[in-house]
């Protein structure tokens, strides 16, 4: 499985991005699809997953109601839509893939994009 993830931007604080990650192969639809974020200085932290089946989500505490996983198994893409964008989201953006049990461990997916730089200035 290979991710492909789109390029991000440089918004002001308080508009909105969307990031989407295109995946390969015909196992998409039964993956937990997710995003991470690294922040310069900081560890990878976990941002949001979609879950199989059903399409469960789960967000982090610092994203929640701004910020919307979603997917389409059909054109094998998960997209993630940051609205009300702040500062303190300023990072390299990573989505991954696998069979997850821990949903916010990076080490449970087994696969990951290549990280895309999302810059919100105030």
């Known amino acids: 499985v290979q991710l492909q993830a789109s390029e991000g931007g440089s918004v002001q604080a308080g508009g909105f991005l969307r990031l989407s990650c295109a995946a390969s192969g015909r196992t998409f639809s039964t993956f937990y699809m997710g995003w991470f974020r690294q922040a310069p200085g900081k560890e990878r932290e976990f941002v949001a997953v979609i879950r199989r089946p059903g399409d469960v989500t789960t967000y982090a505490d610092s994203v929640k109601g701004r910020f919307t996983i979603s997917r389409d198994n059909a054109e094998n893409v998960v997209y993630l839509q940051m609205n009300n964008l702040k500062p303190e989201d300023t990072a390299v953006y990573y989505c991954?893939?696998?069979?997850?049990?821990?949903?916010?461990?990076?080490?449970?997916?087994?696969?990951w994009g290549q990280g895309t730089l999302v810059t919100v200035s105030s």
């Open positions: 991954g893939a696998g069979y997850v049990r821990y949903l916010t461990i990076q080490r449970e997916y087994n696969y």
